[in-house]
């Protein structure tokens, strides 16, 4: 069973920045895809980052420029740098992992930014 643990995440003003970090418990290059997405109550999940076992980094428009995304796999470690915060960017953040059509999740970690 692959667990994945989030961490780093915390209360911010406007214009700081976090690092999350996302441990997990097995071998991240066995996972096509990791990724971080954000649910804000009542609204759908959305992707954040993603990275690809190739290093191909993926974000939305609402992050790009902000947010970077980064792997280590001898440390089996995803990591989002996310500056520039905006109050907007408050959410619970998830990290995933895609191994196939598998879909791991982690329980998540609360980011606040106030104005």
């Known amino acids: 069973q692959v667990q994945l643990v989030e961490s780093g995440g915390g209360l911010v003003q406007a214009g700081g920045s976090l690092r999350l970090s996302c441990a997990a418990s097995?071998?991240?290059?066995?996972?096509?895809?990791m990724g971080w997405y954000r649910q804000a109550l009542g609204k759908q999940r959305e992707l954040v980052a993603s990275i690809n076992s190739g290093g191909s980094k993926n974000y939305p428009d609402s992050v790009k420029g902000r947010f970077t995304i980064s792997r280590d796999n001898a440390k089996n470690t995803v990591y989002l740098q996310m500056n520039s915060l905006k109050p907007e960017d408050t959410n619970v953040y998830y990290c995933n992992a895609r191994m196939g059509r598998v879909d791991y999740w982690g329980q998540g970690t609360q980011v606040t930014v106030s104005s």
């Open positions: 097995g071998s991240i290059s066995s996972f096509g895809v």
